[in-house]
């Protein structure tokens, strides 16, 4: 048994004392708070104003907990806790990097927007929302990366590394795409097993195809692509921000306490065996399985669910959704997008051949399309 951090505090006093949900044992919320500010430290080790540094600290905390305990908070009805969200004045941290950095950011919504979806995935509530939220995920590669963008939190964090790093200038839309597949292309490839065991249906490889080979090769291509960013661009900050944030991120399976590299014999990605399943069912290391699997039932129409949340989510994933339900393959499974109770599977819709064989094209053709809008190679 491996004896962890007996006695420690390994987290600095830097969370609100009001940050504190009467449901949840003083130790777990202890445990929320360390990984909370490990995702910090780790993904963004580098700093000159601790003013919003230390507010992604709490606002990332606050993900952690709706990671798996949905219950807590429905977000569904439109109504956002922002002067008190478990305890915690969430608008006044989002507003400590907003007065800083260019508004095209959107950083309020990016936040409200993965929150939203972050609490419905671990809730139990399997609302008719959030099986639309699904069913965009799975829609296109184009679609799925930009909500993995929101759902990861991934332009967010590179708003407060920015932000944190006295930097006001954002990037254009398309080098912020590029920039966020670079980082989830790495990341999912390396979370693979972690997210099946959770029949996770956020992982991009769970569509265009998990197999070694896929994984590896495009696992270089995001990776070399970091480098050659680094290579034509390291002496502009922004890009040093966004660079060293997307080649941190797949690193926290080595770096933090969440993941299992100590416990499965100093490896990172292997595969899930029952136990560990077992354990993302018991919310072990914060994880959480989700199994409410069952038939598709009648929804509401789209914008119907919609209009009560429509001010709390960007734009750009009301429209991922919106395309999605209005042209959805005929051959894809959605057996599964409520979650699934069998083992060594995803969670949401499972394609047909022709769509996955379209993922795969789309992903293979990424270093061209990142080289089109980043200085990646000499001109």
Same mark, same amino acid.
């Given at each position: 048994m491996i004896e962890e951090h007996p006695g420690q505090r390994l987290h600095p006093r830097v969370f609100p004392s009001a940050f504190c949900v009467p449901q949840i044992p003083q130790h777990e919320m202890e445990e929320i708070r360390r990984t909370g500010w490990e995702y910090l430290r780790c993904v963004i080790p580098e700093f000159r104003d601790p003013v919003p540094y230390e507010a992604l600290g709490t606002l990332s905390a606050i993900s952690v907990l709706s990671e798996y305990r949905g219950d807590l908070l429905d977000l569904t009805t439109g109504k956002w806790p922002g002067s008190d969200l478990f305890g915690v004045r969430a608008d006044a941290l989002l507003e400590t990097a907003s007065r800083v950095l260019d508004p095209r950011a959107d950083l309020a919504r990016e936040y409200t927007g993965s929150l939203l979806f972050i609490l419905e995935k671990s809730s139990h509530r399997n609302s008719d929302l959030f099986g639309y939220w699904i069913e965009g995920l799975g829609s296109s590669p184009q679609n799925f990366l930009r909500m993995r963008d929101t759902d990861g939190q991934g332009r967010f964090f590179l708003a407060y590394a920015l932000a944190s790093n006295g930097i006001s200038e954002w990037f254009p839309e398309e080098e912020v795409r590029a920039l966020m597949e670079m980082m989830f292309v790495m990341y999912d490839g390396l979370a693979f097993f972690k997210h099946r065991a959770e029949a996770d249906p956020c992982n991009l490889f769970a569509y265009?195809?998990?197999?070694?080979?896929? =994984?590896?090769?495009?696992?270089?291509?995001?990776?070399?692509?970091?480098?050659?960013?680094?290579?034509?661009?390291? =002496?502009?900050?922004? *890009? =040093?921000?966004?660079?060293?944030?997307?080649?941190?991120?797949?690193?926290?399976?080595?770096?933090?306490?969440?993941? =299992? *590299?100590v416990e499965d014999g100093m490896m990172i990605g292997k595969e899930e065996t029952g136990k560990v399943v077992r354990n993302a069912r018991e919310n072990v290391k914060l994880w959480h399985r989700r199994e409410e699997a069952g038939p598709e039932a009648t929804r509401s129409p789209l914008e119907e669910l919609l209009s009560p949340v429509r001010h709390m989510l960007p734009d750009a994933v009301v429209d991922c959704m919106t395309r999605a339900a209005a042209d959805r393959c005929p051959d894809c499974d959605r057996s599964a997008v409520s979650g699934t109770r069998e083992e060594k599977v995803f969670g949401g819709v499972r394609l047909c051949a022709s769509c996955r064989h379209d993922w795969r094209r789309y992903l293979k053709g990424s270093w061209n399309r990142w080289s089109e809008v980043l200085p990646l190679k000499d001109i």
């Open positions: 265009a195809g998990g197999d070694l080979a896929f =994984r590896q090769e495009m696992y270089t291509v995001a990776r070399n692509a970091t480098w050659a960013l680094d290579a034509h661009a390291y =002496r502009d900050r922004r *890009y =040093r921000v966004a660079v060293t944030m997307a080649r941190q991120m797949p690193a926290v399976h080595l770096l933090m306490h969440r993941y =299992r *590299y």
